[in-house]
């Protein structure tokens, strides 16, 4: 009652924060990945290669590449264009120009729990294999949908079209500049090698890291989670293994697995009969 | 201040409950005709009209979320896929009958810009440069997103894929299986009923005694059909080759995947590129 009546005013006021209410313009380009994909990082290497003076950092990101889901229609809509914009969005048909990040979903899964102990969401006693099969059900994050139903909504819509490119994060880790080229040729943007080299420099995890020391209780992500657990953990890939137990990668795969191996992503178990979603209908 | 009055339909804002049914499609892809035969499996003593479509089966685009809450929960929505939504019964149609019957449609909303024929208004619509509210709102996205976004949905939620076409081969089938995905009880009896009572020809006698109450054809063109033909395959009559051409270059292997067959050549797909 006290929450609708809330929205209501802040409704009436214009100052709901957009979403998916964004008035969108052709001419937008979308940062998009499901959360704890890669984005803020994406959002770092895109806006260092836009903006090379201006060096992004977390007290400066959210007016140089804002959220969608942070601020007020009014105001982003007062931006400059073309607007540059994070999105965590499922498919949106009004998006034009979209980069797209997907990660592995065990190391999604790893993230999403730790971030969730940050946000106060879970209790950090909760364990890692209680909370596996609440978050494969789709319990976080509800507004997005599941991992899977996200990276099949774009990948089914949009997949080979103009004005679309999908990212892995783990080939952001392993070949940086190949991916940063990808993006730029995707955005019909031209750059020299070395300002993609300065770009990926100045979003290094370990630059991220010691911003994220001085600046994170002022940035509006993080200012109000917990101070003592980390935004920037591990950014890297294969960490699952080290800490999902084989029921948690089961559940996972055998939910996700078509999916996972259409991204190519290898699978733990044995999947025989998972389903293919190639058949016909 | 229509805020404050309650007077925005819903749309995407809809709280979705669980439980909710979806009935979704594009535009022009047979929404109406399968309210219709829903709910009069559902009332078995009220048949559905015009007059009562909207409180019966209501449409996310008619009323505010509020008087939705109110009303039964089989709920019409041409949306693109929105997880939200967790039982879903999606019909598809063949694009080219799609573009044809929207074609008219624009005509009868008086949204045709003047002096456009069928081979304007189809590149426009496929490359999005034509929007209209509720004919193509951006928020539908094209024939192929609309489509697309759902289909890929499909194996992870309650989702029942009907075919326009084959309910009009045999209407009392397909609707058997919309009455054993939603466990209505459905005697023989039952269905032949819905099916007669939701004819084209039932529905066009309706719509002349009703059009200019129903909000979806009440500004419209009252000289011009809601319920038109009612067929499929009709744009082989009314489309030029080069806009079949047009379609199935930009949407050919999504129909190709739902068994619609293309018809142009190689050489007709390279002369209009």
Redesign the interface.
């Known amino acids: 009652m006290w929450n609708r009546l809330r929205h209501t005013v802040r ?2 006021l214009g100052v709901n924060p957009a979403g ?2 964004l008035t ?1 313009f052709p001419d937008d380009i979308f940062i998009v990945s499901y959360p704890r994909s890669g984005n803020t990082w994406a959002r770092f290497l895109i806006g260092n290669l836009l903006y090379p003076k201006t060096q992004v950092s977390f007290a400066n990101v959210e007016s140089l590449i804002p959220a969608i889901h942070l601020f007020p229609d009014r105001r982003l809509r007062a931006m400059p264009r073309p607007r540059v914009l994070k999105s965590h969005e ?5 998006y034009k120009r979209v980069v797209y990040f997907v990660r592995d979903p065990r190391d999604v899964a790893v993230s999403v729990y730790y971030y969730s102990i940050k946000r106060r969401d879970i209790p950090d006693t909760m364990p890692l294999d209680e909370f596996i099969p609440r978050f494969v059900g ?1 319990e976080f994050f ?1 507004d ?3 991992w ?2 996200h990276v ?2 774009w ?3 949009r997949n080979g079209k103009n004005g679309f490119v999908c990212i892995r994060y783990e080939e952001m880790l392993t070949k940086p500049m190949d991916m940063m080229a990808n993006i730029a040729s995707a955005l019909r943007l031209e750059f020299t090698t070395k300002a993609l080299a300065g770009a990926v420099e100045l979003s290094s995890a370990a630059r991220m890291k010691d911003l994220e020391k001085e600046q994170s209780a002022d940035w509006k992500l993080t200012r109000s989670t917990r101070q003592d657990v980390p935004f920037v953990r591990e950014a890297k890939s294969g960490g699952w293994k080290s800490k999902l137990s084989m029921t948690a990668v089961l559940t996972i795969e055998r939910k996700w697995g078509t999916t996972m191996k259409d991204l190519g992503y290898q699978l733990a178990g044995d999947m025989s009969e998972t ?1 293919s ?1 190639l058949e ?2 | 201040m229509d805020f404050a009055l309650d007077r925005i339909p819903a749309g995407r804002n809809v709280t979705v409950c669980p439980g909710d049914v979806f009935i979704v499609s594009y535009p022009k892809s047979g929404n109406t005709w399968t309210r219709f035969l829903i709910g009069n499996l559902i009332y078995q003593n009220e048949p559905v009209t015009f007059a009562n479509v909207e409180t019966l089966l209501p449409s996310i685009y008619v009323h505010s979320d509020r008087k939705l809450r109110r009303l039964p929960r089989v709920l019409k929505s041409h949306d693109c896929f929105d997880p939200r939504y967790r039982t879903v019964v999606y019909i598809v149609r063949d694009p080219r009958d799609v573009v044809v019957s929207a074609y008219h449609y624009a005509i009868k909303l008086r949204v045709l810009p003047r002096g456009w024929g069928v081979e304007q208004f189809v590149p426009a619509l496929l490359d999005g440069s034509f929007e209209s509210g509720l004919l193509v709102n951006p928020r539908f996205g094209s024939w192929h997103d609309n489509v697309a976004s759902w289909l890929a949905m499909r194996h992870n939620r309650k989702f029942l894929l009907l075919r326009y076409e084959d309910m009009l081969e045999d209407p009392k089938r397909e609707l058997a299986k919309v009455a054993s995905f939603l466990d209505l009880s459905a005697s023989p009896e039952s269905l032949i009923r819905a099916v007669q009572l939701s004819s084209a020809d039932r529905m066009r006698e309706l719509e002349k005694k009703q059009a200019a109450d129903w909000a979806l054809t009440k500004n419209t063109h009252l000289d011009m059909a809601f319920v038109r033909k009612a067929t499929s395959g009709n744009w082989q009559v009314e489309l030029p080759p080069q806009t079949v051409a047009c379609i199935e270059r930009a949407w050919g292997s999504l129909m190709q995947t739902l068994g619609y067959e293309l018809v142009s050549t190689p050489e007709e797909v390279s002369v209009t590129r």
């Open positions: 409704a009436v998916r209410r969108v499922y498919f949106d048909p009004r789709g509800e997005f949908g599941t899977e139903e099949q909504s990948q089914a819509t389903r979603k016909p209908v």
